[in-house]
Structure formats: C-alpha cells, structure tokens
C-alpha cells in the first residue's frame, strides 16, 4: 500500500481568546437544539405570553392617554377598581409591575419546560458515549466544559424570559408615548434580566448535576419531573392544610362565641331588618379578621419553600416588588375589604431571604455534585 506524505499544511484559522473556549461548546449545542422541532413549537409557545403581556401594557398606555379606542376593552380592566380607571397615570408603576408578574409566572412553566428538553442530554450523552476524552484532549478545563454546557441552557432561557420581556416592554413604551414611563418602568424591565439570571444559575447547574448522574437521559428527566412537580405538589398540599386547620379552628371559636351570647327575639321587622344588618356586618368582620390572621401568619410560613418553582417564584415577586404593588391596589378598596384583596391577591409572604437560601444550597450541592462526578476525567486535557 502506498503511503503519501502529505507534509505540513499551515493553518490559516483565527486563534481564539483562552477565555473563550467555552463559547464553541455552547454554539454547538445551540445549533443542535434549534434542529429540534419540539425547541423550535416550545419557543412559539413561550412567546405567546409576551403578546399578551404587550396587550395589556398597550391598553394602559391608550387608557393614559384618554384615547377612544381604549373605551371597549374596559371590561378587561374589570378587576381593577374605578378610581385606579379615572387616574391611570399614577397607578402606572402599579399596573406595570403586576403585569410583568404575571406574564414570568407563565415564564417560569415555560422555562422549566425548556429545561427539560434541552438539559437531560447535555453531560449524560457524553457519558454514555465516551466523549469526555474528545473534550478533555484539547486545551480545555472543567470550568470550560460547565460554562459551556450552562451557556446552552442560558441561551434558550433567554429566549424563553428575556427577549420576550424585552419585546413587550418596548411596545408597551410605544402605545404610551411618554418618555417619563422610560424612568417609572426601566426598573422592572433589569428585574426580569435578572430574574432570568437567577433561574438561569439555579436550573441550569441543577440540571446539569443531575444529567451528570445518569447515562441515561430519560431516567434525568425523569428526575427533573419529579422534583418541579413533587415538590410543588407537596408544598401547595401543606400549605392548604395548614390554611384549613387555622380557618377551621378561626370560626369555630366565632361559632362558640356567638352561641354563648342568644340574640334577642325579634317582636317586628325593624328589629329583625336590623339583627339581619348586624349580623351580615359581624361576618364581614370575621371574614375580616380571619384575612389579618392570614396575612401575619403567612410571612412565617415555611412550606412554600419545599416547592422548587415555588422558591424561583419567590425571588421573581421580591425583584418586582409585587407586594408593594398590590398594596398600594388595596388603599383604593374599601377599608372593610382591604385585608381580604391583599389575601386573594398576594403570594406567599415568607422572607424572600429564604428562598434565596434554599437555591443557594442547591446550587452549591449542584457544584459539588459536577465537581465530583467530572473530576476523575480532568486528566485527560
């Protein structure tokens, strides 16, 4: 067999940064993922949110400005109360700020959903075909490797929760012709970047850390299943629970309250139109009270935080400064139904500080668990 020296051929390429080794593991990725139709009808679904969410601020952005056209899309605006209607302009920030909340709220589905196609299979295909020497043989270490297997789930998480964000926040600027909504809103638009950051830290390395236990991609989706759904599951079971036991146990002390005192015969209509008056006002009272309650026992209620999407919700309500905004809603209501608003309304009231620990300490379990699991392979550089 003849052998044909083939000899020196220069390399005539651009020589990339150290820095940037990472960047040709995420670009691959990202090309591989795009190829998939289930990415591709996952990314058109997520974008449906931001239309609507650009709707909305569209709306308000006519209502501020005392347009016609607003006049029949006002029953959409049904929920909020009349004087917020007649002066738009000062519930701006408001308005804005419940509506960016509600739009990640679908984000989140979308991106956890996300992650499950795209992350199962970023370690655990290398594995199970014996990449890791491929990788590892070029000038390339650990922190590239995790950096650019991160940076593909960060691509489609941005896609996902930041461009949308970013679409909607520009249109609604549009409708609203104001420059001084670019000083109100641009707050909220850095909290959805960063937001995005955040699940971007906590999912993408809890993801990996489990795709980096399994060879097998379909027992890491598996996994990931269960710990957004189980976990969601049983902290909305508990704090149900919980719910019920205080409001069983509210009126049933109201209920011995009122037998212990019999209400006096009524001898004509006027006494009993008045006991009826009495006594729808005594059970606006204790629904009253019973709201309070609620809302004081819940910034001490801890088992939100056994829901995983629950705690990334958490961290997404403290940058929006939700609360605040429902709030500032409720001073508009009637005094006697205040307490009741904010309850139906707000989320969980707990410290955000707490939810902010618990990711911490998965993310760092995240860390150890891929430090571990790739460091017998770092050699192979």
């Known amino acids: 067999m003849p052998i044909f020296d083939q000899g020196y051929q220069h390399w005539s390429g651009t020589l990339s940064s ?17 190829r998939s139709w289930i990415v591709r009808i996952a990314l058109l679904l997520s974008w449906i949110p931001a239309g609507f969410l650009a709707f909305f601020l569209s709306i308000w952005g006519l209502l501020e400005r005392k347009s016609e056209l607003v006049a029949p899309l006002l029953p959409l605006l049904g929920f909020l109360d009349p004087a917020v209607l007649e002066n738009p302009q000062n519930y701006r920030v408001e308005f804005w700020t419940l509506c960016f909340d509600q739009f990640l709220a679908f984000e989140l589905f979308f991106s956890m959903v996300m992650v499950l196609i795209i992350g199962p299979s970023l370690i655990s295909q290398d594995l199970r075909f014996n990449a890791m020497p491929l990788y590892f043989s070029r000038p390339m270490r650990r922190i590239d490797y995790f950096v650019g297997k991160l940076g593909i789930i960060a691509a489609f998480l941005g896609l996902v929760l930041v461009v949308p964000s970013l679409m909607a926040y520009v249109l609604g600027l549009l409708f609203s012709l104001d420059l001084t909504i670019l000083r109100d809103t641009l707050l909220l638009l850095l909290s959805c970047i960063a937001y995005g950051v ?51 146990a509210h009126f049933r002390r109201v209920y011995e309250a009122e037998n212990a005192e019999p209400m006096a015969i009524p001898t004509n209509r006027d006494e009993q139109r008045q006991q009826q008056q009495a006594r729808r006002e005594q059970r606006r009272n204790i629904e009253e009270e019973f709201s309070a309650n609620e809302l004081k026992s819940a910034k001490s209620n801890w ?25 500032r809603l409720a001073e508009s209501r009637p ?47």
């Open 198 to 248: 955040v699940i971007v830290l906590s999912a993408g390395t809890l993801m990996l850390a489990l795709s980096s236990l399994s060879r097998n991609s379909r027992f890491v989706a598996l996994f990931w299943l269960g710990l957004w759904f189980v976990s969601s599951i049983v902290g909305a079971v508990l704090k149900t629970v919980d719910t019920e036991q205080r409001r069983h």
């Open 303 to 327: 088992r939100p935080l056994l829901s995983y999407a629950g705690n990334l919700s958490r961290i997404g309500q403290a940058l929006l400064n939700t609360d605040a905004s429902w709030r």
């Open 335 to 381: 005094e006697n139904n205040r307490q009741r608003f904010m309850l139906e309304n707000m989320g969980p009231q707990y410290p955000w500080y707490w939810s902010a620990i618990t990711l911490a300490g998965l993310f760092g379990l995240s860390v150890v668990v891929l430090n571990f699991r790739i460091r017998s392979l770092d050699r192979l550089k």
């Open 18 to 34: 150290h820095s940037m080794r990472w960047w040709a593991i995420t670009r691959h990725g990202v090309r591989v993922g795009l």
